[in-house]
T-cell receptor, first 115, second 113 residues
Framework: GAVVSQHPSRVICKSGTSVKIECRSL??????MFWYRQFPKQSLMLMAT?????????EQGVEKDKFLINHASLTLSTLTVTSAHPEDSSFYIC???????????FGPGTRLLVL | GENVEQHPSTLSVQEGDSAVIKCTYS??????FPWYKQELGKGPQLIID?????GEKKDQRIAVTLNKTAKHFSLHITETQPEDSAVYFC????????????FGTGTRLKVLA
């Protein structure tokens, strides 16, 4: 299957700092990448959809100025959590989508802890 | 909008028994239904998927069935093993919305040795 990597796997930061998470599709070109957030023992919540070279589409209730998404190439998307606060602590997961078929392949996730 | 319900939320089976997880969806336009397995602290891993033009698909011990009329699909795992223990998520693709997925709430499967 297709491989998607995320970096870092976990990060601890102080409140008020910004954190950048990278998502890469290693063996295929992803026309679309998705960013999810997952709280303990809960399902995946879609935050935004990212297409290469265009602005991300955010889900209702997700602040675009808080969660900056850049999709610089067909293999790389980044999520920056700006001015992080303890309530931003969560498990962030990206996925990359093959166009044919439209299967999403998930990265291993990034655990963010904001102190 | 699309809604996906998943049952049961937890499931315990004896090793060697079968496990069945069921999902229902609301949007008849959904045409792609993947199943993911998520182990603790890891990202979801695709285990099987099915498209709306197919009623059943099988891959070794795993099978998925789809009833378009009733708008439900199910995951079947036979001869369960302890390593099958994980959280399983179903999803439905929304073609009108850039192929976004709507996920079910997850099923925590425990296979008892």
């Amino acid at each position: 299957g297709a491989v998607v990597s995320q970096h870092p796997s976990r990060v601890i930061c102080k409140s008020g700092t910004s954190v950048k998470i990278e998502c890469r599709s290693l063996d295929f070109q992803a026309t679309t990448m998705f960013w999810y957030r997952q709280f303990p023992k809960q399902s995946l919540m879609l935050m935004a959809t990212s297409n290469e070279g265009s602005k991300a589409t955010y889900e209702q209730g997700v602040e675009k100025d808080k969660f900056l998404i850049n999709h610089a190439s067909l293999t790389l998307s980044t999520l920056t959590v700006t001015s992080a606060h303890p309530e931003d602590s969560s498990f962030y997961i990206c996925s990359a989508q093959n166009r044919l078929p439209e299967t999403q392949y998930f990265g291993p996730g990034t655990r963010l802890l904001v102190l | 909008g699309e809604n996906v319900e998943q049952h049961p939320s937890t499931l315990s089976v004896q090793e060697g028994d079968s496990a069945v997880i069921k999902c229902t969806y609301s949007d008849s336009a959904s045409n792609y239904f993947p199943w993911y397995k998520q182990e603790l602290g890891k990202g979801p891993q695709l285990i099987i998927d099915i498209r709306s033009n197919v009623g059943e698909k099988k891959d070794q011990r795993i099978a998925v069935t789809l009833n378009k009329t009733a708008k439900h699909f199910s995951l079947h795992i036979t001869e369960t093993q302890p390593e099958d223990s994980a959280v399983y998520f179903c999803a439905a693709s929304i073609p009108k919305s850039l192929d976004k997925y709507i996920f079910g709430t997850g099923t925590r499967l425990k296979v008892l040795a």
